[in-house]
C-alpha cells in the first residue's frame, strides 16, 4: 500500500490539476487507515470541483474517522440524496451534535423520503439534545446583555457512542489461506447474519461471541474485518483508548454506549482487538476501575437490559489466558478460535496477495513459502517490503524499474525472522501446564504440526 501511495503522489505531482487522481489517492489513504492524510487531499479535490460527489463522499468519511463533525456535514450535507442510508444517518448526528439542527433535520427528511414509516429514537434525542445557536449579538436587544450559552443536555446513548461503524470493503477473499478456519467462521459468524431463519428454525440464537486467539501478525483483525465485509454488517472496531476515561463510571458508560449504537445498527460486529486490555482477568486487576469495567462487559455481552439480536461480538487476543475466564461462558465468548500463523499453501497466497501491485518476474512462490516456517502474514508481508526495498534502492540507482526477482526473496529470508516464536514458547508452556479444560488443543495440534 505504501507503494501504491507513492506512485500515486508522484503522478499527482506531475499533474496537479487531475482531480479525479487525487480523490483516487485520498480514498487509497483512508482505506489505509491515513485519514488525517486522506482529508488533506479529499480537501484539496472539493476545494478545485466542489461539485464532485465521490470527493465530497471521501471527505465526509476521513472527517467521520477523525472525529470532525462540521467538516463531515459541510462535506456530505450537499449531497445528501445521493448517499446511502447510513451515511445519511451519520450525517444527522453529526449536524445535531454540532447544534446545526436545519441541516440535521434535512438529513431526516432524506431517511423519511426513502421510507416515510422511519423512526430514528437515536436521531430524536440527538437532536432535542443539541446545543441551541447563539443569537449573533448584533440580533439582541441594545439594553440586555447577552446571555451565556446553555450548556449542552447530554446525549443519548447511541448518539454518544465513541466508536463508529464502518461497512468493510473487503471479504474472505482478501485474506490469504486459512481456508478451514474461514468456514468455520462462516458458520459461526456469517451465515448467522445471512440466514437467520434457518438458524431460528434449529433452535440457534443470533448473536454471542467468538474469541480470536493466536500469535501477533496473524491476521485477526483482518479476518473480523472480513468476515463483517462478507456478510456486509456494520462493523465496530473498539480499541482501549475509545473506552477508557479518567471521571468515575464513564468508562462504563462509554462501553455501553458502543454497544447501544451497534443495537441500533443491527446486523452488526463489534470488534475488541486486544481483549485483555478491558476484559482482563479480574483476578489480576488490584482496582476497582479495571474489575467495575470487566463487569460492564459482561452485563451488555448478556444483554442486560437490552436485546443482542443480530449483535455479534468477536474479541481478538495475542493472550487469551489474560482474558477473564467469565467472558467465556456461554452466551458471551463460547466459541474460542485459534488463528495460527499460516501453512506453506496459506504463506504462498499471502506473498501472492503482497506482490500483486508490485512489478515482479515470474516467481517460485511456493519455494520461498516453504522456507518460511513459523512466519505470521505479517511476517511475510515484511519480506516481500524488504524485498520490494531491494529492487527500489537499485531502480534508484540506475534509473530504471527493474521487477523483483526470486533473488531479491532470498536475500531477503537472511534479514526476515519470525516473530512468533516467543509466543509459540508461551503458549507452549500453557499446553503443558494449564489445559486442563482443553482450552489449548488447537495450539497444541499446532505444536505438534510444528515437530512433524
Known sequence: MSTTVAALREALAHSPE?????????????????????????????????????????????AGELGDDATLVDAWFPIRTQLGADEVRVLALAAARTGRLDEARGAYAVLHAVDPGVHDLALDRAMRAAPEPRLPSSALP??????????????????????????PSINFGDVGGLEA?????RMDIVYPLQRPDLFKAYGKRIGGGVLLYGPPGCGKTHLARAAAGECGAKFFVVEIQAVLDMWLGESEKRLHNIFEE??????????????????????????G??????NQLLAELDGAGA?????????????PWDVDSALRRPGRFDRVVFVPPPDAAGREVVLALALRERPTETLDLASIARRCLRFSGADM?????????????????????????????LASLDKVKPTTIE??????????????????????????????
Do not use: C
Open 423 to 452: 509466543w509459540i514458547e508461551t503458549a507452549r508452556r500453557y499446553v503443558s501446564y494449564a489445559n486442563q479444560a482443553g482450552l489449548y488443543d488447537d495450539v497444541g495440534a499446532y505444536l505438534k504440526s510444528l515437530e512433524g
Open 18 to 62: 487531475n482531480v479525479p487522481l487525487r480523490v483516487h489517492l485520498a480514498r487509497t489513504l483512508l482505506e489505509a487507515g491515513r485519514a488525517d492524510e486522506a482529508l488533506v487531499e479529499a480537501r484539496a479535490a472539493v476545494a478545485q470541483d466542489s461539485d464532485r460527489m465521490d470527493a465530497r463522499e471521501v471527505l465526509g468519511a476521513a
Open 307 to 319: 436485546s443482542n439480536e443480530a449483535v455479534l461480538v468477536i474479541g481478538a487476543t495475542n493472550a
Open 181 to 185: 478456519l474461514k468456514e468455520r467462521l
Open 381 to 409: 508481508h515484511h519480506l516481500v517490503e524488504v524485498a520490494s526495498e531491494r529492487a527500489l534502492g537499485e531502480a534508484l540507482r540506475t534509473g530504471n524499474l527493474r521487477p523483483i526477482t526470486q533473488s531479491d526473496l
Open 142 to 167: 441594545s439594553s440586555a446583555p447577552p446571555s451565556p450559552a446553555r450548556p449542552p443536555r447530554p446525549l443519548d446513548a447511541a448518539a454518544e457512542a465513541p466508536v463508529r461503524g464502518t461497512r
Open 289 to 294: 476501575p479495571g474489575r467495575r469495567l470487566v
Open 262 to 287: 451497534a443495537r441500533a445498527s443491527a446486523p452488526s460486529i463489534v470488534f475488541f482487538d486486544e481483549i485483555e486490555a478491558i476484559g482482563g482477568a479480574r483476578h489480576q486487576l488490584k482496582h
